[in-house]
């Protein structure tokens, strides 16, 4: 009895400790963060002869939505504000509601803004360049993701700490036990596919197609070199007159956007990745409620690693929003 009771106050301290990193963690991430979204935003908003700013403009704000949800929400947990009217149940509803339907917003969102990219560049005489299209998208998108995401009105409350005695309490936020196990499973595994998965697989499948791909707008105009109009071996009555250099730098510029691209796409892939596939893996197999005490004290330390690797994301995203919304220069033609 004495051994049960050694290593359940061994993993109180690890769970302590681990709590308490994630606190700081988010705090210290959230400070340097939300001003870099904030100052992020303003430098996109006066960017408006891009397509994308109503994209990216939304990204940035859902990115502040989601990092000011957890910031709050620590906070309040850290100095019990409103526990005394507001029960946990609700806060972590209401939390995982919020963070949930801003990364499922994010997600999509980069994908709908990439499609638009790939028409553009496929088919530019074809692609409409509307930005009330844009607003109705991204409308659509919202709404999307807090359909998707009502289930966690229902299956999220507030639990405490699977411990063998009760002189100390912890609480965490995580699945309803009032429900059936089988229906949480396959609800939170499609959420979690439709959320992500797909998204960012769709994105980085939409770059490597536009990389690999020939561009199909040779057949609706005809980009031909100042040099070779004289030789006469050129009829078109459709042709567009540029130098050599022109079309390479142009060729140049589009290649190292596509890549820019293509990068920011995997990296907030790999970001997200560990903590969406840790989560997953403890609905078909229990870590965080496991039996074994060994395990669960693993899971702390995995869970807490992966946590902050996500948290990343926050100081990464208004790097490369930057990066993606630069311009390179010209060379002369």
């Not at 998208?137 to 009502?150: D, H, M, P």
Request: glycine share 2%.
């Amino acid at each position: 009895m004495s051994h049960v009771v050694d290593e359940n106050q061994a993993f109180i301290d690890e769970w302590t400790i681990s709590s308490r990193l994630l606190f700081y963690t988010v705090v210290i991430i959230s400070v340097m963060a939300l001003p870099m979204l904030v100052a992020s935003l303003i430098y996109v908003m006066l960017r408006r002869k891009s397509q994308f700013v109503s994209y990216l403009c939304s990204i940035l704000s859902a990115n502040m939505v989601l990092l000011g949800t957890l910031f709050a929400s620590v906070i309040i947990e850290k100095m019990n504000i409103i526990d005394d009217w507001l029960p946990g149940s609700i806060s972590c509803k209401a939390t995982a509601f919020l963070v949930n339907t801003s990364s499922c917003f994010i997600h999509w969102t980069w994908v709908v803004m990439y499609a638009q990219r790939f028409l553009f560049v496929f088919y530019p005489l074809r692609a409409r360049r509307s930005r009330w299209k844009s607003y109705y998208i991204l409308t659509g998108v919202l709404i999307s993701s807090a359909l998707l995401q009502l289930w966690t009105l229902l299956f999220i409350t507030s639990r405490h700490v699977d411990v063998s005695f009760h002189d100390v309490e912890r609480i965490y936020c995580g699945d309803d036990p009032s429900y059936s196990s089988r229906s949480k499973i396959i609800i939170i595994f499609v959420e979690c596919v439709i959320a992500f998965f797909i998204p960012l697989t769709l994105t980085i499948l939409a770059d490597i197609s536009v990389l690999m791909f020939k561009n199909s707008c040779h057949e609706q105009f005809t980009l031909v070199a100042n040099e070779e109009i004289g030789d006469g071996t050129r009829k078109q009555s459709n042709m567009k007159i540029v130098s050599s250099n022109t079309i390479r730098s142009s060729e140049r510029r589009r290649s190292m956007a596509i890549r820019r691209c293509l990068a920011s796409a995997t990296i907030n892939l790999l970001l997200n990745l560990p903590n969406y596939s840790l989560q997953l893996f403890d609905e078909f197999y229990p870590l965080r409620n496991n039996p074994s005490t060994d395990v669960r004290r693993k899971f702390l330390k995995i869970d807490a690693f992966v946590y902050i690797l996500y948290l990343l994301q926050f100081l990464i995203s208004p790097l490369y929003i930057f990066i993606l919304t630069r311009n390179v220069k010209r060379r002369p033609s």
